[in-house]
T-cell receptor, first 120, second 115 residues
C-alpha cells in the first residue's frame, strides 16, 4: 500500500512569490491535514480537509490556503511568501477509526516525507 | 485553548538503558486522545504509541510505554532497552475527540542513543 506522497520535496522561492504543494493520501483515506514544522516551534496545524471540505483551520494568515479534490488529493498554496514561511510542510492522511459499538477511535495520522520550502 | 508542553529539548541515553520523555498538556475537554510520534533524522514521522483518555490503563507497545496521569495532565513516554534506531525527535500530541484531525503538538524532544 503506497504511503502519503508529497511533491515537491524541496523548493526554493523568493519573497513575494507564491508556491503550491501537493499531497496524495493513502488510498481510501478521506482526511488530509497540513502542518508547518519549524525548529523550536514544533508542528503547527494549518488546516484539514475531509471529503473536499475544509473541516478545521489553524491560526495562520489568509495567505495560506488549501483545497481537496474528489480523489482526496490535496494542495496547499502560500501566496506572497515571506522569509518566515521557510519550513518543512507536512501532510498527513487519516482514515476513520470506529471502535466496537460505534465509539469513535483515535484517528491516527500517517505523514508524508514533507516539502521543504526555503524562502530567500 | 489546547497546549502541549515538552520541557526537555534534548536528551541522551546509553544503549540498552531506559529513558523517560516528559509531556504535559492543557485542555478543558474531557474526551481526547494522546500520542507520541517519532521523527528519525531525515525520515518520516511515525506513530509510536497512542492512549485514549477515557482508559485508565497505560498503553504499551513492545519497548515503549506511557505513564498517563489524567488529573495532572501528564503523558510521559518510557523507552526501555534503548536501541540506536531510537535516535530521533519525539513529539507528544493530542486531539480532541469528534473534532476531526486538528492535532496539537509539542515542540519535541531530541533523543540521542549513545552506543
Amino acid at each position: 500500500k503506497a504511503g502519503v506522497t508529497q511533491t515537491p520535496r524541496y523548493l526554493i522561492k523568493t519573497r513575494g512569490q507564491q508556491v503550491t504543494l501537493s499531497c496524495s493520501p493513502i488510498s481510501g483515506h478521506r482526511s488530509v491535514s497540513w502542518y508547518q514544522q519549524t525548529p523550536g516551534q514544533g508542528l503547527q496545524f494549518l488546516f484539514e480537509y475531509f471529503s473536499e471540505t475544509q473541516r478545521n483551520k489553524g491560526n495562520f494568515p489568509g495567505r495560506f490556503s488549501g483545497r481537496q479534490f474528489s480523489n482526496s488529493r490535496s494542495e496547499m498554496n502560500v501566496s506572497t511568501l515571506e522569509l518566515g514561511d521557510s519550513a518543512l510542510y507536512l501532510c498527513a492522511s487519516s482514515s476513520i477509526d470506529v471502535l466496537a459499538g460505534g465509539r469513535p477511535g483515535a484517528n491516527v495520522l500517517t505523514f508524508g516525507a514533507g516539502s521543504r520550502l526555503t524562502v530567500l | 485553548a489546547q497546549t502541549v508542553t515538552q520541557s526537555q529539548p534534548e536528551m541522551s541515553v546509553q544503549e540498552a538503558e531506559t529513558v523517560t520523555l516528559s509531556c504535559t498538556y492543557d485542555t478543558s475537554e474531557n474526551n481526547y486522545y494522546l500520542f507520541w510520534y517519532k521523527q528519525p533524522p531525515s525520515r518520516q514521522m511515525i506513530l509510536v504509541i497512542r492512549q485514549e483518555a477515557y482508559k485508565q490503563q497505560n498503553a504499551t507497545e513492545n519497548r515503549f510505554s506511557v505513564n498517563f496521569q489524567k488529573a495532572a495532565k501528564s503523558f510521559s513516554l518510557k523507552i526501555s532497552d534503548s536501541q540506536l534506531g531510537d535516535t530521533a525527535m519525539y513529539f507528544c500530541a493530542f486531539v480532541v475527540s469528534n473534532t476531526g484531525n486538528q492535532f496539537y503538538f509539542g515542540t519535541g524532544t531530541s533523543l540521542t542513543v549513545i552506543p
